[in-house]
């Protein structure tokens, strides 16, 4: 057997090599972190156009008691199809009832998502806040309208978002 053949060469590792490790590193980390400000930031932009155009005015109208202007205003010609306005009318009047005055709502999470047979929507759990209730979760879909404003194209209480309602679960229109 030759030695020569097993004999390894190694050499010694030099400080520039450690440095282009953690240069490389740095870079990935740094482009992760930046590209998660961005996503961020573009989420951020999203729900607040969504609260502006839509949720601000569902908001004021629901506090003051005209639901009806909701309807009217601020939902789709299909969820209107789907759905009666006496229904929803009650439903808004039976919340008022067990839940008392809307005091506030905040978008904590919107998602767009597509699914068969429908347009693409951004599916907008909200944080209710009442007189009588501290905190509801309510998930709304909402769709651009053709002047691209949003506006909601469906909605119910986010039931396992609301453990502590005890029987208080209204299954009427949001």
Do not use: H
Not at 55 to 76: M, Q, V
Not at 144 to 167: F, H, P, R, T
């Amino acid at each position: 057997m030759n030695p020569a053949a097993n004999t390894q060469v190694v050499e010694k590792g030099s400080w520039s090599s450690l440095f282009g490790c953690l240069g490389v590193g740095v870079l990935v980390i740094g482009g992760i972190i930046a590209a998660w400000m961005y996503f961020s930031g573009k989420q951020d932009s999203k729900n607040e156009e969504i609260r502006a155009q839509w949720l601000a005015p569902w908001t004021k109208a629901i506090a003051e008691g005209r639901p009806g202007d909701a309807w009217d205003k601020l939902t789709t010609e299909g969820y209107r199809k789907e759905r009666s306005k006496e229904a929803y009318l009650a439903n808004y009047g039976e919340a008022s009832e067990k839940f008392g005055k809307l005091l506030s709502a905040e978008v904590f999470n919107a998602i767009g998502t597509k699914e068969p047979g429908r347009e693409y929507f951004q599916q907008v759990k909200v944080r209710t806040r009442w007189e009588k209730a501290d905190l509801i979760i309510i998930r709304f879909e909402v769709v651009k309208s053709a002047s691209g404003e949003y506006v909601q194209d469906g909605g119910y209480l986010g039931i396992d978002d609301n453990i502590g309602l005890s029987g208080a679960i209204l299954n009427g229109p949001w």
